[in-house]
């Protein structure tokens, strides 16, 4: 990867643990080897998308991912910070690049359309009751996986908004994003239970710290698990 390839992996795959598949009762033809009866890795990528490295937004989505991560053994999840990257707009028109334009797009479509990817959660910080100009054109670049014969089908997504009202936005900013996922034919959750709602929605209290959003965080941590939870049980049926 580029140094300005701003992404970060929490953990890999590990062993056995979730019995993928295999219907109770039911022996198998021939006994699996070691390898075989552990469940493929399924993966959730989060996409941070807030022009400011490391803030609020990508602190809210690691505390998502990490929820995500724990929801079972063969989860693994990565982050993409989009701050940082050239992800022009205008491809998503057919404008060429510049001569000089840098394209970081492509590489992130392809962590997003990597066959072990199940799941992806975008994190927006709320812009004028929207999303981030960053957030937009990340959306509309998405176009070319509808063109790639909808490489983003059934992947589970889900999404999460910061701003600095408690009330400032986040439904809104994260619809805005769900309407965007579900033009590529994407499986869109919320927050799972208890709260259960659009998705995560967190409040930065104008310190940039979220820290004592126990609200906020619990929210995160519901759609992690609720992403994850979802992207396996799709996993499950495929497989079988
Ligand atoms: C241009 C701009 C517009 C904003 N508009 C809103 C808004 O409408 N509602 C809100 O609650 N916060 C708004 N905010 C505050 C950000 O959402 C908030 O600071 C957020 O935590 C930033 O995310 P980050 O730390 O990941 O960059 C705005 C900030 C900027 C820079």
């Known amino acids: 990867m580029q140094p300005h390839w701003s992404r ?3 953990m890999g795959a590990s062993g056995a643990g979730l019995a ?3 219907a109770a009762g039911a022996a198998p033809a021939a006994a699996p080897a070691a390898d ?3 469940p493929a890795p399924v993966r959730i990528v989060g996409v941070a998308c807030s022009p400011r490295k490391g803030k609020t937004s990508a602190a809210a989505l690691r505390v998502c991912l990490e929820a995500a991560r724990a929801a079972a053994p063969n989860i693994e999840v990565e982050l993409i910070e989009l701050a940082g990257l050239s992800l022009p ?3 998503a028109a057919g404008v060429p690049l510049g001569p000089e334009e840098r394209d970081d797009f492509p590489r992130v479509m392809a962590a997003l359309t990597d066959q072990r990817t199940a799941g992806i959660i975008v994190a927006t910080p709320v812009y004028y009751s929207g999303l981030t100009f960053l957030c937009k054109a990340f959306l509309d670049r998405l176009g070319a996986c509808r063109r790639d014969n909808f490489a983003l089908a059934d992947k589970v997504g889900g999404v999460l908004a910061v701003g600095v009202v408690r009330n400032g936005g986040q ?7 769900q309407n965007a996922l579900l033009c590529q034919e994407m499986i869109i959750v919320g927050d799972g239970r208890p709260t259960a709602h659009t998705g995560a929605t967190l409040l930065n209290p104008g310190t940039d710290d979220i820290a004592g959003d126990e609200f906020g965080l619990a929210t995160a941590r519901n759609l992690g698990r609720r992403v994850a939870q979802v992207a396996l049980r799709l996993a499950r049926t495929t497989k079988g």
């Open 8 to 10: 970060r992996k929490f």
């Open 20 to 22: 993928a598949g295999a």
């Open 36 to 38: 075989d009866a552990r």
């Open 89 to 91: 707009g205008g491809p």
């Open 171 to 177: 439904e809104l900013a994260i619809q805005a994003v």
